[in-house]
């Protein structure tokens, strides 16, 4: 099946600070999302992006897809920024819907 | 507002015991899943299902059993065939025509 990556596994910001996330797949994809998991664990889904770039707010992502990655920005971080960022795809040949996650980024801002 | 209700928050189980874990949607989706959570660890699908009274397997479904007989229900029972249930469980939705998901909150299953 199709693998994802996510780096980096762990990053810790000082609030203001910006950064990058990157999530890398093995195979052509026609789905892609991220996700943000909040300390309580719940997932709210913060862009679908199968190509090319999109922006919400200090959010911003985008993806290349015949590059076979895609990056999340965070600019100007806030403590409530923090919990684990997910990156999840499904490959061109699935018929299911069903998307793979990667292991996750847990971004930790200090105030 | 509409959305998805996992039930219970928390939930404790003794060995060799069955638990079912519910899951409900308001919103009218078609597809629904179940994920499971260990910690430091993505998300794996344990089971789906596409519409009523069809699910299909996951990569982990040993020890897990679902059903589907209401659009808006899709309760998970993990069996005491499931040897390590400790686990966070994430029930989400997807309408047919669309893409985006809907999770649940979650239930932290712990085994006692």
């Known amino acids: 099946g199709i693998q994802v990556e996510q780096s980096p596994p762990d990053l810790i910001l000082q609030e203001g600070a910006n950064s990058t996330l990157r999530c890398n797949f093995s195979d052509s994809v026609n789905n892609l999302q991220w996700f943000h998991q909040n300390p309580w664990g719940q997932l709210i889904n913060l862009f679908y992006i199968p190509s090319g770039t999109k922006q919400n707010g200090r959010l911003s992502a985008t993806t290349v897809a015949t590059e076979r990655y895609s990056l999340l920005y965070i600019s100007s971080s806030q403590t409530t920024d923090s919990g684990v960022y997910f990156c999840a795809v499904r490959d061109s040949g699935a018929g299911s819907y069903q998307l793979t996650f990667g292991k996750g980024t847990k971004l930790s801002v200090i105030p | 507002d509409g959305g998805i209700t996992q039930s219970p928050k928390y939930l404790f189980r003794k060995e060799g015991q069955n638990v079912t874990l519910s899951c409900e949607q308001n919103l009218n989706h078609d597809a629904m899943y179940w994920y499971r959570q260990d910690p430091g660890q993505g998300l794996r699908l344990i089971y789906y299902?596409?519409?009523?009274?069809?699910?299909q397997k996951g990569d982990i479904a040993e020890g897990y059993s679902v059903s589907r007989e209401k659009k808006e229900s899709f309760p998970l029972t993990v069996t005491s065939a499931q040897k390590n249930p400790t686990a966070f469980y994430l029930c989400a939705s997807r309408h047919s025509q669309g893409y985006g998901y809907t999770f649940g909150s979650g239930t932290r299953l712990t085994v006692v």
């Open positions: 299902s596409q519409i009523v009274n069809d699910f």
